[in-house]
C-alpha cells in the first residue's frame, strides 16, 4: 500500500496496492471513464484495494459525489485491460482511470444521480486542466475495449458532461430510414465508415468488409454518441453523426 497525497484536494485517499510506473515514464493524457457494475459501490470500492483483484482505478466516485483516490495520478492504474485508441494499447499508461459506483447493465443500468456525475465533471474539468487533457480524449471504457466491454453505458450522461466542458460531442442525427450497412456488407462505403471510426480513435480494421470487429465498434459509438439506438448498424444516423463529430475536430482536416 503506498501512502500519497491526493492530487485532487476533494478527494479522500484510499491506497490500492494495485499499480505501476508509467511505460516510458509518460504522461497520461487520457481520462477513462467506467462504471463499476457491482451491487454495491462498498463491494466495488473493496475489491479495487484488494491485492488480489489485480485491478484499480485512479478515481472513484460514489453515489453521492464524495470522491475517493486510490492510486496516485503519476502512477498507472490498473482500469483499461486490453485496449486500444489511436494505435496505442497501453492504455492505462496513457490515461487516468475513474470508476464511477453504478450496478450498470448487470444491476438494470440505474441512473446516475445528478450528484455524482457533477463530481464526475468537476474532477474530470480539474484534470483536464492540470494535465493539458483534450476533450476528444475523455472517453468510455467501451470506446478503447468495444465488445469486451460496455461501461459506463449508454445511458452516461455524454451531451450534459459535453455542456459542463467536459467531451467532445455533437448533437446526433435524427434516426430516419434510408441506407444502411451491417454485418456481412462488403464494398467502399464500408471501408469508408471503417476509415472515418478509425480517424476517430478506434481499432477499426479497414478491409471493407462489415465483420463482428466492424460491428463492436459501430456499437461502441453509438453507446457513446448516437446512444438511443445501440445496436451495431450503421444507418445513416450513424455515419453522419460520426463524420460531425470528426469535422468538429480541432485537428480535423481532409
Ligand atoms: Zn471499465
Same mark, same amino acid.
Given at each position: 500500500m503506498t501512502l500519497f497525497d491526493c492530487d485532487y484536494a476533494a478527494a479522500r485517499s484510499v491506497p490500492s496496492p494495485n499499480h505501476g510506473e508509467r511505460a516510458?515514464?509518460?504522461?497520461?493524457d487520457m481520462i477513462i471513464l467506467h462504471y463499476t457494475g457491482m451491487e454495491t459501490a462498498a463491494s466495488a470500492l473493496n475489491w479495487l484495494c484488494r491485492e488480489e483483484s489485480q485491478v484499480s482505478c485512479h478515481y472513484?466516485?460514489?453515489?453521492?459525489?464524495?470522491?475517493?483516490q486510490l492510486v496516485?495520478?503519476?502512477?498507472?492504474a490498473w482500469h483499461a485491460g486490453r485496449s486500444s485508441w489511436k494505435g496505442e494499447t497501453d492504455?492505462?499508461?496513457?490515461?487516468?482511470?475513474v470508476e464511477i459506483a453504478n450496478p450498470g447493465h448487470p444491476g438494470? $443500468?440505474?441512473?446516475?444521480? @445528478? #450528484?455524482? %456525475?457533477?463530481? &464526475?465533471?468537476?474532477?474530470?474539468?480539474?484534470?483536464?486542466d492540470r494535465w493539458s487533457i483534450?476533450?476528444?480524449?475523455? $472517453?468510455?471504457?467501451?470506446? @478503447? #475495449?468495444? %465488445?469486451?466491454? &460496455?461501461?459506463?453505458?449508454?445511458?452516461?450522461?455524454?451531451?450534459?458532461?459535453?455542456?459542463?466542458?467536459?467531451?467532445h460531442w455533437v448533437e446526433p442525427t435524427e434516426i430516419r430510414g434510408g441506407r444502411f450497412f451491417q454485418r456481412g456488407d462488403e464494398g467502399q462505403p464500408v471501408e469508408a465508415l471503417q476509415s472515418m471510426l478509425s480517424l476517430y480513435g478506434y481499432a477499426t480494421e479497414i478491409t471493407g468488409i462489415f465483420n463482428d470487429k466492424t460491428e463492436g465498434d459501430v456499437a461502441a459509438f453509438q453507446r457513446h454518441f448516437r446512444q438511443a439506438q445501440?445496436?451495431?448498424?450503421?444507418?445513416m444516423s450513424t455515419i453522419d453523426t460520426l463524420h460531425r463529430l470528426l469535422s468538429a475536430l480541432p485537428s480535423f482536416s481532409v
Open positions: 516510458g515514464g509518460r504522461s497520461p472513484f466516485v460514489h453515489e453521492d459525489g464524495r470522491i475517493d496516485s495520478e503519476n502512477r498507472r492504455i492505462n499508461s496513457a490515461s487516468i482511470g438494470g $443500468l440505474p441512473d446516475f444521480p @445528478v #450528484a455524482q %456525475i457533477e463530481a &464526475v465533471a468537476e474532477l474530470c474539468r480539474n484534470c483536464g483534450a476533450p476528444e480524449r475523455v $472517453l468510455a471504457h467501451s470506446d @478503447v #475495449a468495444p %465488445i469486451r466491454k &460496455v461501461d459506463p453505458g449508454e445511458k452516461f450522461p455524454w451531451k450534459w458532461l459535453h455542456q459542463q466542458g467536459v467531451g445501440v445496436d451495431g448498424i450503421a444507418d
